[in-house]
């Protein structure tokens, strides 16, 4: 069963609320919608072997960061620097925007109005 919706993207930053990097703040490096997963900046390292492909490649470990369940991220509201719900509404000029439920400060917009 896959989600197609999440409620972060790339660039949010968020709180890691469970795992092994429980308390961590860090940006979204890449989202995947249909699995339900994100990439987020120092989080959830792993070490990984690499073997060289050619010959003036060099092999070795490599750290890298792995994904993430959507579900155990939380965005962070840039106005209150804190962890927060969002919720979603339209303004007046007909944009949906994401704001946050703590301060009523809009964090991005969504979808642009349309034009009458």
């Known amino acids: ?5 999440i409620h972060v ?17 860090g940006k979204i490096i890449a989202a995947y919608p249909s699995k339900g997963r994100v990439i987020v900046e120092g989080v959830n390292i792993a070490t990984r072997h690499v073997k060289p492909k050619s010959q003036h490649q060099q092999g070795g470990i490599i750290r890298q960061e792995m994904p993430i369940d959507a579900s ?17 509404k339209v303004v007046e000029n007909g944009d ?12 991005s ?3 642009k109005g349309k034009k009458g």
């Open 1 to 5: 069963m896959s989600r197609n919706k």
């Open 9 to 25: 993207k790339k660039d949010d930053q968020v709180y890691v609320l469970t795992g092994k990097d429980a308390g961590k703040t």
């Open 72 to 88: 155990n991220v939380m965005l962070v509201c840039p106005k209150c620097k804190r962890p927060s719900k969002m919720g979603v």
């Open 96 to 107: 949906k925007v994401r704001y946050c439920k703590a301060c009523e400060a809009t964090v």
């Open 109 to 111: 917009v969504i979808s």
